[in-house]
Each structure stands twice: as structure tokens, then as C-alpha cells.
């Protein structure tokens, strides 16, 4: 089975009263045997958020590109995760955690 890894950016912008993140990503491009892995072969991406760093609550599927916005946030400290998984169902370690403070 190979195993690939994925690296989450991170882009914050104000959204009219509330407030939006704007997170972005580079697709993984090699499994960590150092093999290729195409773009074509992710099926989706599963965007996970919540307000403690270890009880990730919130998910949202992404079907395509490479980024994505997580809208009506309140007031509080964000922390942010992304997996990427392939057509043959193997999911990839989850990426780097980025942390956010909206409206703070």
C-alpha cells in the first residue's frame, strides 16, 4: 500500500459582518515511496475544522481544486486539517495543522 502526504496553506479574509478562511493546498505529487502520484488519482479531499486543535468537528468533502472557503465563523481560534484520498480508497496522513483567530 503507499502512503502520500499533503502540505495545507492557509489565506484569511474578512467576509461583510462575519468572517471566512480561505485555505489552499498543493496536491500531493508523490506517494511516500517517492513514486508518482497523478492529480487524476484523488478522488477528494476531506477538509476537517473545528475550535480545539484535537476534537476536529466540522468536515466538509471537496471533489476539486485545491482550495477551498469555510464561511459564517464566529469569533474564535480555528484549527484546520486536510487528507487527501485516492480512487483505491487509501487515505493519506492527515496534513500539517494550521491555526487560525477569526474576528479576534
Known amino acids: 500500500m503507499k502512503y502520500f ?3 495545507l496553506m492557509l489565506l484569511v479574509q474578512g467576509c461583510g459582518g462575519g468572517k471566512m478562511v480561505s485555505l489552499s493546498w498543493v496536491p500531493p505529487s508523490y506517494n511516500v515511496d517517492g513514486s508518482e502520484l497523478a492529480e487524476a488519482d ?3 479531499y476531506e ?3 473545528g475550535t480545539e486543535r484535537d476534537n476536529l468537528n466540522h468536515s466538509k468533502i471537496i471533489k476539486a481544486p485545491s482550495n477551498q472557503t469555510v ?7 480555528y484549527y484546520f486539517r486536510i487528507t487527501a484520498i ?7 496522513d492527515e496534513s500539517n495543522t494550521v491555526t487560525r483567530g477569526v474576528g479576534l
Open 42 to 44: 484523488i478522488s477528494h
Open 86 to 92: 485516492v480512487y483505491e480508497g487509501v487515505t493519506s
Open 71 to 77: 464561511v459564517k465563523l464566529v469569533p474564535g481560534t
Open 5 to 7: 502526504v499533503i502540505v
Open 47 to 49: 477538509l476537517r475544522w
